[in-house]
């Protein structure tokens, strides 16, 4: 009779080795499978070879040539998302003008001409955007010009049809200023991520920010204080003071919300 060795713990305790394969065997039923061969390196780990879904929170890191259509913006969602900011952004506009309120950029340059001359804030908002849509076509390419001038001529029409359609008799300038500027910085966050801005300095930023890794946001903040500055030919000291008040609200939005690789939806 042959004595069995007693199970003590020592038969196990060598690993025996087993060769790698570039395929992992199916899991059992039931059980959780585990991606970690070794071809999972890189920008790919974090993809499911079986369905290619981001595992991870930041999309910078993880966007890949199995990805990076996923997060195309299609045609429609281009020209919804270039309507709703344009109609916010103008919105805005209106509330800053019957407030009697300045702002930056060339929205801030075509209202003090509208208030110091004849011509309509409308017709001036384009005059003004003339000269940036060569810096358009040098630095961001034709199609984001044709669409930069595609929503500076509808900010232009907008400028007439609200006042045609909501009449404001009186409004606290405190809501106005701080109210429009919060709504053209959201509009303008639209608009920035559907490849689009309303012109101006919006372009100098986005520009700035890509070549140099500035936040649009900062930029257009230390621009517009100078123009607000201007303003007091003007207006009066409360309202440039409102106003840059405003135009830091403005750019928060656009400084904490508009960073580079947060939000991948391609135009």
């Known amino acids: 009779m042959t004595d069995t060795p007693a199970n003590d713990g020592t038969r196990d305790a060598t690993p025996v080795a087993r060769p790698s394969s570039p395929a992992s065997p199916a899991p059992a039923t039931g059980s959780t499978p585990v991606y970690s061969t070794p071809e999972s390196?890189?920008?790919?780990?974090?993809?499911?070879?079986?369905?290619?879904?981001?595992?991870?929170?930041?999309?910078?890191?993880?966007?890949?040539?199995?990805?990076?259509?996923?997060?195309?913006?299609?045609?429609?969602?281009?020209?919804?998302?270039?309507?709703?900011?344009?109609?916010?952004?103008s919105f805005g506009l209106f509330l800053l003008k019957v407030s009697g309120a300045v702002s930056g950029g060339t929205a801030g340059i075509a209202l003090l001409l509208d208030y110091a001359g004849p011509l309509s804030f409308g017709a001036l908002f384009m005059l003004v955007n003339v000269p940036f849509f060569a810096l358009a076509v040098w630095k961001k390419g034709l199609a984001f010009t044709l669409r930069t001038v595609l929503t500076v001529g509808m900010v232009s029409a907008m400028s007439y049809l609200h006042p045609a359609v909501f009449h404001i008799d009186d409004i606290d300038p405190v809501y106005g200023t701080l109210g429009g500027n919060l709504l053209v910085g959201v509009g303008l966050l639209i608009l920035f991520r559907h490849g689009a801005s309303l012109g101006g300095i919006n372009i100098l930023a986005l520009v700035l920010q890509e070549k140099l890794g500035w936040r649009a946001g900062y930029v257009q903040m230390a621009v517009d204080v100078v123009i607000i500055l201007f303003s007091l030919t003007v207006v009066s000291p409360w309202i440039v003071l409102l106003s840059a008040a405003g135009a830091v609200v403005l750019n928060l939005v656009l400084a904490l919300n508009h960073k580079q690789g947060r939000y991948l939806g391609r135009t």
């Open 41 to 89: 390196t890189g920008p790919d780990a974090a993809l499911s070879p079986d369905t290619a879904t981001p595992l991870v929170d930041d999309p910078a890191l993880t966007e890949t040539a199995a990805t990076v259509d996923a997060n195309r913006h299609s045609l429609v969602e281009n020209v919804m998302g270039v309507v709703t900011g344009v109609f916010i952004a």
